[in-house]
Each structure stands twice: as C-alpha cells, then as structure tokens.
C-alpha cells in the first residue's frame, strides 16, 4: 500500500486543506516525490505536538504556531481523524513547507495504532442506542408544534424524536 497527498478545501473557510490517504499500490499524484512514501513510521500525537509551539488543546484536536512561519497567534491546526493526522496552516503555508519545517515526511503523519481516538462500531452503536433511550417520540413535543407551524401535518413517523436538553459533546451546552 503506498499513500497520496490530497488537497481538499477546508470545509468552513474554503481555504486548502491537505489530507494524507492510503491509495493502490501506485501513486495517484506523480508530482508527489517518491521520498515522501518511502519507509513511514507511524507517530503518536505526542510526537508531532512536541514538534510545535504553544500547543493548545482546541475542539477535536490542536492548534499551536505555524511551525513554517513566525506567528504571533496559533494559526495551525492538527486533527487526528481515521488513522491519519490532518495538519492545516490557517495563514496559507504550503504543506511541503509545513513538512520540512518539521523535519518530517507526508508519510510519518500516519498515527500509531491506525484509527487512533476514534469509536469503534460497537461503541457507535451502543452510543446511538443510549441516545435513542433518552429521547422521546416526537409527538406531543415542541417538534410536533415545528412541523405544523411548517404546514406538515401528516402523522409523525416513530422514528422522529424528541431529546430534551441535550448536552451537545463539542459545545457542552444543552441544545433544546
């Protein structure tokens, strides 16, 4: 299996994004240089982080100075997602500059382990499971009286429902 480089765009800024992915067994880049998916060696986050400059924890991930440019704000951002940590320089570095600033290859942003911090599909299932405990049906409930301010009065499936209060994980703020 060899690994691509593959830009994307940032899902809210629109701004590139560089996500590293496995592929066949042959680049599907040639611009991409051979060095950078020869030998990875898998990293923890605790190997990249100590790579950067006032490392803060931020949502899901990271967010530290750029280690490509001198910031004076934390412009840089690391998420660990499906095996694979995601690196992003707000301010518009380039990823091979990001990569050599930090003596490292497109390859080593591999994490330890693979799918390292995310829910295997039995914690998922037992997760929607508790959620789907705590709710409640729809009818009688603050959705029954959304959708009929909308026009829809059709009967409400049993599968629509109703959970009140709930903590939101990223937020920890209850959503009504």
């Not at 903590?167 to 959503?175: A, E, I, L």
Request: hydrophobic fraction near 35%.
């Amino acid at each position: 299996m060899s690994w691509s480089l593959v830009a994307s765009s940032h899902q809210r800024t629109s701004a590139p994004c560089f996500v590293f992915r496995a592929q066949g067994s042959k680049l599907s880049s040639s611009a991409q240089p051979s060095s950078l998916v020869s030998s990875a060696r898998a990293m923890k986050p605790a190997d990249l982080l100590s790579r950067l400059r006032r490392v803060r924890r931020s949502g899901s991930g990271w967010s530290a100075a750029c280690p490509a440019h001198d910031d004076r704000r934390n412009s840089f951002s690391v998420h660990l997602r499906n095996g694979r940590f995601l690196v992003h320089c707000h301010s518009g570095c380039e990823f091979s500059d990001i990569l050599q600033s930090l003596n490292i290859r497109a390859a080593d942003l591999r994490a330890e382990g693979g799918t390292v911090g995310e829910p295997s599909q039995e914690e998922r299932i037992r997760s929607a499971r508790r959620l789907w405990d705590k709710s409640q049906p729809a009818t009688g409930t603050v959705v029954e009286k959304y959708l009929a301010a909308r026009g829809i009065t059709a009967p409400i499936p049993r599968t629509i429902r109703f959970m009140p209060l709930l903590m939101h994980r990223n937020f920890g703020c209850p959503f009504p």
